[in-house]
């Protein structure tokens, strides 16, 4: 069973381009979470998503992020015109859905860099 | 809002000694799930050690205990017999209990992280 599979590992982009980040779940989830981590801090919540629905997007930027999760194919962060700030790794975690299920598992996360 | 704080930017310890990493966490729900997570350099989170907050005894995995004060709001995590290979990055990380469609929240509330060096 494999774990959740994030890509690209490392993704470089120059100002006002825009990032993707993929996120696979592990087989048999249907709940994904992103999560943005800053250069010495830990992980900050993003958004919470199932299948086709947002469910809690308290974590997410405003203006220029945006994820999705389709019935078919990997979820996906969506940041536009990226600026210096975006650099940071996100990692992408999942979980069943299951009442008693309380642990999510990561994947190895996307360090962006914006130049 | 929930709030995870841990105080030790850096520690570091022996091989073979014992070490305690310190967490404190505020909230005002009664049920929820507390947890330690290692990074160590090739940045993977994984789950070190988990505790229910209905559950007044200690959670325990192998050489990883815990330390949960729940009148305290206190999570500290203890690792006997220090290896080499638990230096890393520790977590310290908040879960309501209660799932989304129950009006609470799935997320998990991190700390700012213990960077642990364990010297030979």
């Known amino acids: 069973n494999a774990g959740v599979m994030q890509n690209p590992r490392h993704l470089v982009r120059r100002r006002g381009q825009e990032a993707r980040l993929r996120c696979s779940p592990m087989?048999?989830?249907?709940?994904v979470y992103w999560y943005r981590q800053l250069p010495e801090e830990g992980l900050k919540f993003m958004v919470y998503l199932q299948k086709e629905n947002i469910i809690d997007e308290s974590g997410m930027p405003k203006e220029r992020f945006s994820a999705e999760f389709p019935k078919e194919g990997p979820s996906i962060l969506r940041i536009q015109q990226v600026v210096r700030g975006d650099s940071a790794a996100y990692f992408c975690?999942?979980?069943?859905?299951?009442?008693?299920?309380?642990?999510?598992?990561f994947g190895q996360g996307t360090r962006l860099t914006v130049v | 809002a929930q709030t995870v704080t841990q105080s030790q930017p850096e520690m570091s310890v022996q091989e073979a000694e014992t070490v305690t990493l310190s967490c404190t966490y505020d909230t005002s729900e009664s049920d929820y799930y507390l947890f330690w997570y290692k990074q160590p350099p090739s940045r993977q989170m994984i789950l070190v050690i988990r505790?229910?907050?209905?559950?007044?005894q200690n959670a325990t995995e192998n050489r990883f205990s815990v330390n949960f004060q729940k009148a305290a709001k206190s999570f500290s995590l203890k690792i006997s017999d220090s290896q080499l290979g638990d230096a890393a990055m520790y977590f310290c990380a908040y879960r309501s209990e209660l799932r989304a469609f129950e009006g609470g929240s799935e997320k998990l509330v991190f700390g700012k992280g213990t960077k642990l060096t364990v010297n030979p």
């Open positions: 505790q229910e907050a209905y559950k007044q």
């Open positions: 087989k048999g989830h249907s709940h």
């Open positions: 975690a999942s979980s069943p859905n299951q009442e008693w299920a309380t642990e999510a598992f």
